[in-house]
């Protein structure tokens, strides 16, 4: 599908279009256009009103079929421009719901995306429909508002079905915790932006071969493996963080987090490929939703096969300042990972990791 990407900044602020790129990549889309505008919001089209039509030229240009906004859009705005552009619009937490429903892999993370995807629409189905019948059925307000109502329980419900089985599912990996916290098993949780090579890592650690990939949210559904060796600790790999998640998502992916939460120790995987205040920013979105936790966090700076050594040198430096151990690797190409797991073993069974070795 060939798209338009839009973006709306606050003046002063950073862009996240190049973010929506690679999101978009995700998905196959051909990017065939960009366009940025610096600007407090429009309340009816979000941008200016000369800017929708410059959008509209270029969608007509490119015979683009979509335009996505790294802004969050209300239904109305959505509305309004997909009236003034004549293709579809939508913003980037849609593009990441579509991500997550394509990957969407095991019943869970079915269950899981349906009901991010509900939560998301449940604020917004009376307004959509309003809109829609405002401009083409003026007459049937009535009787439209009866069936939105109709429609709008039916979600709620739906959404309540979900929560249970979701609760459900919950329980059983609850379960398993606490089994394998009794058969005294350690749980490592990788944790990390999305595409900082946590599943590498998990494979490397554990001789695994779960499915690794170039592109944002690869991995959906958690796995957890024993560490190579006959060691009691076992490495989990839940879903990677992004920027701005809507809290409607992190509820929906709550039980997968958990994993992360109840962990005896979070390696926070971090890709050192990027330039320092890429790496900054993705720790900091990481550690803020980690904060309200109790947890014990080791920072794995990877990917240090393609760093220069003197930008390296210079990446631990600043890293280093955070209060965290910062252990440079390679999940990849396996430089250092022997240092790693002394310190993990040693995060996760103190004194004792030494009597044992
Ligand atoms: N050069 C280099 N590339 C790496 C290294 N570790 C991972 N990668 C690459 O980084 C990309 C992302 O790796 P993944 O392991 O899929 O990352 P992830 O954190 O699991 O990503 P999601 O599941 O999508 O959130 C892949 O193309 C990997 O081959 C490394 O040590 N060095
Ligand atoms: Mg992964």
């Not at 279009?17 to 610096?38: C, I, P, R």
């Not at 959505?78 to 939508?90: D, P, Q, R, S, W």
């Not at 494979?203 to 695994?208: F, R």
Request: glycine share 6%; with cysteine.
């Amino acid at each position: 599908m060939r798209v338009v990407l839009v973006e709306r900044i606050t003046p002063g602020e950073r862009s996240n279009l190049d973010e929506l790129e690679a999101l978009a990549q995700t998905l196959d889309y051909e990017v065939v256009g960009k366009l940025v505008q610096s600007r407090v919001p429009d309340p009816a089209f979000h941008i200016g009103r000369g800017k929708v039509v410059e959008v509209a030229e270029l969608v007509k240009r490119t015979r683009a079929e979509r335009v996505i906004f790294t802004n969050q859009l209300t239904p109305s705005q959505a509305f309004n421009l997909y009236k003034a552009i004549g293709v579809e619009v939508i913003d980037r937490f849609q593009l990441i719901l579509e991500i997550f429903a394509k990957r969407a892999g095991s019943p869970e993370a079915k269950l899981q995306v349906e009901y991010a995807r509900l939560s998301y629409e449940l604020p917004r189905v009376k307004e959509r429909v309003r809109s829609l019948m405002s401009v083409e059925q003026p007459g049937l307000r009535g009787r439209g508002e009866y069936e939105v109502d109709i429609y709008f329980d039916m979600i709620r419900r739906r959404m309540a079905t979900l929560r249970k089985k979701l609760e459900s599912l919950a329980e059983v990996r609850d379960q398993r915790r606490v089994k394998r916290r009794r058969g005294g098993f350690k749980l490592v949780a990788l944790a990390g932006y999305t595409n900082a090579g946590k599943s590498t890592l998990l494979n490397t650690l554990t001789d695994s071969s779960v499915e690794v990939d170039d592109r944002f949210f690869t991995t959906l559904t958690s796995r957890t493996r024993a560490i190579k060796g006959s060691e009691k600790i076992l490495v989990t790999d839940p879903v990677g963080f992004i920027d701005g998640l809507p809290p409607w998502l992190v509820e929906a992916f709550k039980a997968t987090l958990e994993d992360i939460y109840f962990a005896d120790l979070v390696v926070l995987v971090v890709d050192g490929r990027e330039t320092l205040p890429e790496i900054l920013r993705k720790l900091k979105v990481s550690l803020d939703i980690l904060r309200d936790h109790d947890l014990r966090i080791v920072v794995a700076l990877n990917k240090i096969d393609v760093i220069p050594s003197e930008e390296l040198e210079r990446k631990m430096e600043i890293l280093g300042k955070i209060s965290r151990p910062v252990i440079p690797i390679s999940a990849k190409e396996k430089i250092n990972i022997g240092g790693l797991l002394e310190v993990i073993r040693q995060e996760v069974f103190g004194s004792q990791a030494l009597c044992s070795q």
